[in-house]
């Protein structure tokens, strides 16, 4: 069992901490509204600390799961950060979906302090960290990624190491790119089915069965149809990771044209006061452009 550190109790981060405390591990932990760390150190019996810094004071590893790079440079570096307070050999595995960018130049400085690095981006959404069931993308050295991965497997059902540092961040855009169009299609059919006039769920249910088959489908069509769209992953982060995609697409010199299309869809929901809606929400467009309201 380890000394753990976990920067970042949002909906990811709070049952992820609680799995690695859960399973023997020594964590304490970092938010930066101080009253959420305090109430995951009463409900799960680790520790809290006021600083990234003092979090990481002596931890073997640094998780962290916070928004966008921003939020990852304001964890790791500067006076209160996470790299000023770890030891020697320690390894930092980051869970945030960030730009391959700036894994590498957190990764590169932490290097030079004799630290390791993991980027480690999670797909699952909130249930799959709730119940320990996500798929983690990892990118790192092949020592570090081998020292961390039976710390992450308290929470992961699927681990796999893809390559150098970015290497995770680039394949979670992958991951993203799949979802962006899995969930237009779902949400193009399901409308269809409905103003067609056929039972939307019965129609899911089989389709799901064949090659028009998906997670999205097989998970989200009943509460689409049902105007229910609290899942969890909302579409503000759905679009900064789509943007992180998209400009990697274009350094890349890569067409995603369908990618930048839902991109824009995802866009309009904002539009409609849906930033918080979760990402199955796309069919809200339909249904306003129907003038059926949302």
């Not at 497997?153 to 995770?168: I, L, M, Q, R, T």
């Not at 899911?204 to 689409?224: D, F, I, K």
């Amino acid at each position: 069992m380890a000394k753990l550190a976990f920067l970042g109790l949002g909906v990811m981060g709070y049952p992820m901490a609680g799995h690695l405390q859960k399973a023997g591990h020594q964590v304490t932990v970092y938010n930066r509204t101080g009253a959420k760390a305090e109430k995951w150190a009463a409900e799960h019996g680790g520790h809290h600390a006021p600083t990234p810094r003092a979090a990481a004071e002596g931890a073997e590893f640094v998780m962290a799961c916070v928004g966008n790079d921003d939020d990852l440079r304001s964890v790791v570096l500067g006076e209160d950060g996470a790299f000023a307070g770890m030891s020697d050999g320690a390894i930092f595995v980051d869970h945030t979906t960030v730009s391959a960018i700036v894994s590498r130049e957190l990764a590169e400085e932490g290097a030079s302090q004799g630290f390791g690095w993991v980027d480690a981006p999670v797909s699952g959404g909130q249930a799959g960290a709730e119940n320990g069931q996500l798929a983690i993308m990892c990118g790192g050295e092949d020592a570090h990624f081998s020292a961390a991965r039976p710390v992450m497997d308290a929470y992961a059902k699927a681990v796999e190491h893809f390559g150098p540092v970015g290497a995770g961040q680039l394949t979670k855009m992958v991951n993203q790119i799949c979802i962006a169009g899995l969930v237009q299609g779902m949400s193009e059919a399901l409308f269809f089915a409905m103003e067609a006039g056929l039972d939307a769920k019965k129609v899911a249910g089989l389709v799901s069965q064949g090659a028009g088959g998906s997670w999205q489908l097989a998970n989200r069509a009943g509460t689409v149809v049902d105007n229910k769209f609290d899942h969890g992953f909302a579409v503000d982060w759905m679009r900064k990771d789509l943007g992180i995609a998209l400009e990697q697409a274009q350094e890349m010199g890569v067409s995603l044209p369908v990618t930048a299309l839902v991109d824009q869809f995802y866009g309009d929901v904002q539009g409609m006061g849906g930033g918080r809606w979760d990402t199955s929400s796309l069919i809200q467009r339909f249904r306003k452009l129907a003038g059926q309201g949302v």
